[in-house]
């Protein structure tokens, strides 16, 4: 049996966007180019990893990009700002490819602190090396979801260097989204409650509590666990009391 495909949960935009793109799969095809790279506003801990995932599953199911260039179908980095950690970062992209002379898959690429760096010597060469990479790779920029204007300058920097990227906004988890992702996360451990009113109590306490990040719901959830195992070894509920 093949590896299932993550979808997922929430990230309408960019999963309808991903969709068109595969739907055209055999023009990209034809014209031997990659999809638009994307600037996307999403935390670390938000998804960030399940989206690139998801990326170069579709993108390589659907034949919009071979993959034949690395083992590695995405990368994963992120930038401090200060020019020997750029020049290591795309230096580990480089080294990523192992059949081509660039790698040519998908990259996610956290740039907001380079926002606090546009008026230093190494900008210049940031934006030059991002737009070689697009070239070549499908990038998503992720940045913050809530931005001052040097980020907002940053993204129209990239905008206005690369021709190839576009700005996808990404719409905020629902509560019932944040606790579909924390089932999903736990369930893959294999350790979801069988109470069938945790999710319910969880979706209590996130929207009690103000959670809006996946992280945030992480560790909500994992404090109820923790607290429903007190109460059981004290003969109470599983889910304990709000």
């Not at 089932?183 to 979801?192: A, D, S």
Request: hydrophobic share 40%; proline share 4%.
């Amino acid at each position: 049996m093949g590896k299932q495909m993550v979808v997922p949960i929430g990230l309408e935009s960019i999963r309808q966007e991903v969709e068109t793109v595969c739907a055209r799969a055999r023009i990209y095809q034809k014209l031997e180019i990659r999809p638009n790279s994307l600037i996307v506003p999403l935390e670390a801990g938000n998804g960030r990893t399940m989206l690139l995932e998801y990326v170069a599953d579709m993108y390589q199911a659907f034949g919009v990009m071979d993959f034949f260039g690395s083992p590695d179908p995405y990368l994963e980095i992120s930038l401090d700002g200060s020019l020997a950690q750029m020049k290591q970062a795309f230096s580990t992209i480089c080294e990523a490819a192992v059949y081509t002379n660039q790698y040519t898959n998908v990259v996610g690429m956290d740039v907001s602190e380079m926002a606090v760096h546009m008026n230093e010597n190494q900008f210049p060469e940031f934006l030059q090396r991002i737009k070689m990479l697009c070239a070549e790779a499908y990038v998503v920029f992720f940045v913050h979801e809530e931005r001052g204007k040097s980020e907002e300058r940053l993204i129209e920097r990239i905008l206005d260097t690369v021709d190839t990227v576009k700005w996808m906004p990404v719409e905020s988890y629902s509560e019932e989204q944040l606790c579909e992702i924390v089932k999903h996360v736990w369930e893959e451990k294999g350790i979801w409650p069988e109470e069938p009113d945790f999710f319910e109590f969880l979706q209590g306490q996130i929207h009690e509590k103000e959670v809006v990040t996946v992280r945030e719901a992480l560790l909500t959830a994992q404090r109820i666990l923790l607290e429903s195992l007190g109460n059981l070894e004290k003969g109470g509920s599983f889910v304990g009391q709000k």
